[in-house]
């Protein structure tokens, strides 16, 4: 059972910059695939960028691409998302989520969750 804790969310003005951080425990995170989703008031969960088990394949929204860079550490068993150049749009409760190896971005096939990081950004 892997266990997902990300941090590092808060208030920021537009064009300002956010990391997050997403803290796994429980398992051998080298063989999970890390991703970040987000979720505004009354929409969907949104695929926002993914990493794959290694590091070495990455994939991100058309939204966020050239802004967001997600990055990871596996010997300190955590996944990174940069968010540079933020907008108002971007505000969201953040997730990051894991499954085996390589990642997707549907929500659905990830097994692991955290509880998420709220990110607001004013204009």
């Known amino acids: 059972q892997v266990q997902l804790v990300e941090s590092g969310g808060g208030l920021v003005q537009a064009g300002g910059s956010l990391r997050l951080s997403c803290a796994a425990s429980g398992g051998t995170f080298s063989n999970y695939a890390i991703g970040w989703f987000r979720q505004a008031p009354g929409k969907g969960r949104e695929f926002v960028t993914a990493i794959n088990w290694s590091g070495g394949t990455t994939y991100s929204s058309d939204s966020v691409k050239g802004r967001f860079t997600v990055s990871r550490d596996n010997a300190k068993n955590t996944g990174y998302l940069q968010m540079n150049s933020l907008k108002p749009e971007d505000t969201a409760v953040y997730y990051c989520?894991?499954?085996?190896?390589?990642?997707?971005?549907?929500?659905?096939?990830?097994?692991?969750w955290g509880r998420g990081t709220q990110v607001t950004v004013s204009s």
């Open positions: 989520a894991a499954r085996r190896y390589y990642f997707t971005s549907d929500p659905a096939s990830y097994d692991y």
